[in-house]
T-cell receptor, first 109, second 114 residues
Framework: QKEVEQNSGPLSVPEGAIASLNCTYS??????FFWYRQYSGKSPELIMF????GDKEDGRFTAQLNKASQYVSLLIRDSQPSDSATYLC?????????FGAGTTVTVRA | GAVVSQHPSRVICKSGTSVKIECRSL??????MFWYRQFPKQSLMLMAT?????????EQGVEKDKFLINHASLTLSTLTVTSAHPEDSSFYIC??????????FGQGTRLTVV
């Protein structure tokens, strides 16, 4: 079982719609959870982090964490063509981050 | 946010030569830096953890004699790909953590071995 798994995608959504990304993790002791966005040929950039159960909102982005289910998600509201990228879920272990394989999102104009 | 600078952004080298990649934390001290490799359409794979003043910790399957890591100061870690071969062509990315576990990434280095 992979440490961090994401829905495989690709995910195609129309402009203005909500994009929903899911991630599950295997280490129940994980404490910190991150969503990174990576444009093609570029390095990842942090868009959200969440430590506590529940929702965390930042602009058009909402991260949701459920530690009991070992599940973290990212919602992108009012999707824009500039949101087209690969989104990486990362989970913090004792001393390093483990990344999911990423979900590629395409926002259709 | 914190800035991590990686250089060069792109390098093409001949098979059998060595290439050095630098990773600097510009506005904070990083006792630990991480080196990742990413092949096309794949996720980041951790290669090694670079520790200032001590030996790097390599992930399973990563050849430490091929991928030399030096972390000589609190702001600089280097990765040297020795005797590079075409299969080493990849996107190499470094990161450093500020405070907790939030990672800041360098710009990445696209290595092409011909």
């Amino acid at each position: 079982q992979k440490e961090v798994e994401q829905n495989s995608g690709p995910l195609s959504v129309p402009e203005g719609a909500i994009a929903s990304l899911n991630c599950t993790y295997s280490d129940r002791g994980s404490q910190s959870f991150f969503w990174y966005r990576q444009y093609s040929g570029k390095s990842p950039e942090l868009i959200m982090f969440i430590y506590s159960n529940g929702d965390k909102e930042d602009g058009r982005f909402t991260a949701q964490l459920n530690k009991a289910s070992q599940y973290v998600s990212l919602l992108i509201r009012d999707s824009q063509p500039s949101d087209s990228a690969t989104y990486l879920c990362a989970v913090s272990g004792l001393d390093k981050l483990s990344f999911g394989a990423g979900t590629t999102v395409t926002v259709r104009a | 946010g914190a800035v991590v600078s990686q250089h060069p952004s792109r390098v093409i080298c001949k098979s059998g030569t060595s290439v050095k990649i630098e990773c600097r934390s510009l506005d904070f001290q990083a006792t630990t830096m991480f080196w990742y490799r990413q092949f096309p359409k794949q996720s980041l794979m951790l290669m090694a953890t670079s520790n200032e003043g001590s030996k790097a910790t390599y992930e399973q399957g990563v050849e430490k004699d091929k991928f030399l890591i030096n972390h000589a100061s609190l702001t600089l870690s280097t990765l040297t790909v020795t005797s590079a071969h075409p299969e080493d062509s990849s996107f190499y990315i470094c990161s450093a953590h500020l405070g907790g576990t939030e990672a800041f990434f360098g710009q990445g280095t696209r290595l092409t071995v011909v």
